[in-house]
């Protein structure tokens, strides 16, 4: 039997104030939400091990506090990660439309050493009612995208 491969990867979770970075980490990594808000004060780290078919994964995962006045802070620890996720609500438009300059600030630091760097976009709090998602997705699409008639039937999108 072979043994399992060992991967060791650094991911960072990033977006605006209380988008729910640490709730959704806390509840991923141990299966507690937590009600009560208490910001995160520049960074702290999970770790959880995954076994995917013949890999066993070891993810650290940094988890980053939305405050402005942290915003320089967590840009250093993007340095060595193998990809970002990009976090906010589904309720708080500005929380969606902010993450560019999030993403920005990712490209600009890591770009001129990866060519390649995954990132993912996460939308949090999909229970509440007043999400507002769809609109946000629509314009997305409408001003981003602008996917051509063929890809939309191909999609079977809008
Ligand atoms: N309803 C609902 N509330 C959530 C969800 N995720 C987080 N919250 C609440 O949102 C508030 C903020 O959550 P945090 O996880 O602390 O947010 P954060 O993004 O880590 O915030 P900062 O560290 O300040 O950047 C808390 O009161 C959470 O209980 C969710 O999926 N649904
Ligand atoms: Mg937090």
Redesign the pocket.
Known sequence: MNPRKKVDLKLIII?A????????LHQYVHKTF???????LGASILSKIIILDDTTLKLQIWDT???ERFRSMVSTFYKGSDGCILAFDVTDLESFEVLDTWRGDVLAKIIPMEQSYPMVVLG??I??ADRQYRSILDNYLTDSIKLSPEDQSRSGCC
């Open positions: 977006g104030l209380g988008v729910g970075k640490t709730s959704l937590y009600e009560d808000y208490q910001t995160t506090g939305g405050q949090n709090k229970d509440l």
